[in-house]
Structure formats: C-alpha cells, structure tokens
C-alpha cells in the first residue's frame, strides 16, 4: 500500500488551488508528490504542478468541495477563482498578470480532462466540471477573452439554475450573447438560446456534454 504524504506534504495538498488544483511548494516537495502519483508537472511553461486524481481524492477525504461562487462575492485572497460576472471587488485582478493565471487555469483543466476522462478526450467536460457548473463555464468564457460584467458594467454572468448539470448564461448585447453561446460548445457544453417568458430578454442555457 502506498504510504500516505508526510505532514508537510498534506499542507501543500491541502492548500491546492480549489479550482484547478494548481500545487505551490518548495522544488523538492513538488517533485515527491509528482513521485507519488499524487501530482504532475504540466508540460507547457510555466510549467506548473497540478494535483492528480489521487491527489484530489486525499484532499477530498477531509475537505468538501467547496460551493459555487455566490452572485456579487469576491474571491478568498491569494485564491484563482473565474469570474462569473457581477463581483463585487471587479478589480481582482486585470491585465497581463490576470491572463496568465486565466491561460494557466484552463490549460490545468485540459490536463484534468485528459487524466480523468475514461477516453482521455480533452473536448469533452471532466467529473469536476460537472459538480462546479458555474466556476466551469465561466473559466472558459474567461479563458476565450470575453468579458464578465462588473458591478455597474455590462458582460456575461453566470448562474446556477434549478436544472440538473445546467448553467444560464446572460449577456445583454446578443452578438456577445452569440459568442458566449459559440466559446461553450467549442469548450464541450451543449447550449441552447431561450428567452424570459416576461422581458424576452434572451439567455443560454448550458450543460457539459457526455459524448
């Protein structure tokens, strides 16, 4: 049986990025949980490390995932988190330094979709997409370049809805709203334009394709 990471390993474990289990820690304490099966070295620079699917498990033994981003909270400090439009603290972060972390954050998850998905397809959503629906979409809309809204902003947001495995999408300018639509099923989601039955204001509604 594999023995379990030392202390100071379950601290870098733990304090894994909850989005893209992005790994921060000392050279040697990377390269001992790339040697346990337990992290990877993506290949691309920066050449970041990620959690496996064996470190997720270990985090998950103790901690919950955590919940979706409610509309208009900020992000925890020192956190990445994608922006799903309507944060109250717009200013998280901007320019060349937030593309970066945007670009690193999504190509962890093609990672991610390789190791998980039982065909290793990177086109097709992965387990964690489809428990974190929101935080999902919105990276790949950030990752494409659009842009969120802010507080007194216009940009896409988006939402939980009460339909299993399904996110609503809402950009007021209906060629943004198009391109959104465009980015998703590029990224793997199924996605269908619809209308409020009261304002006819039109919105998609996305879910992560199976096959």
């Keep these: 049986m594999t023995r379990p990471p030392t202390a100071a390993q379950r601290r870098v474990i733990d304090a894994a990025d909850p989005v893209t289990g992005r790994?921060?820690?000392?050279e040697a304490q990377l390269a001992a949980l790339v040697g346990r099966g337990l992290a990877f070295r993506h290949p691309r620079p920066p050449h970041d490390h990620f959690l496996t699917p064996a470190g997720h498990r270990i985090r998950e033994t103790v901690d919950r995932p955590?919940?979706?981003?409610?509309a208009g909270a900020p992000a925890t400090a020192g956190v990445f988190a994608a922006r799903v439009g309507g944060e109250d603290e717009p200013e998280t972060g901007s320019g060349p330094a937030r593309s970066?972390?945007?670009?690193s954050a999504w190509q962890g998850l093609l990672e991610l979709r390789r190791m998980t998905n039982p065909s290793g397809a990177t086109d097709l959503p992965c387990g964690w997409e489809r428990t974190h629906l929101v935080r999902a979409a919105a990276l790949a809309l950030e990752a494409a370049g659009h842009r969120p809204a802010g507080r007194d902003t216009d940009g896409y947001r988006v939402r939980a809805t009460p339909q299993p495995e399904a996110v609503a999408v809402r950009e007021p300018d209906g060629e943004a709203l198009r391109a959104c639509a465009l980015t998703l099923e590029r990224a793997g989601w199924q996605v269908g334009e619809h209308s409020e039955p009261r304002t006819r204001d039109r919105y998609l509604l996305a879910s992560p394709r199976r096959a």
């Design 66 to 70: 955590p919940p979706e981003p409610a």
């Design 100 to 103: 970066r972390e945007v670009h």
């Design 23 to 26: 790994l921060r820690g000392t």
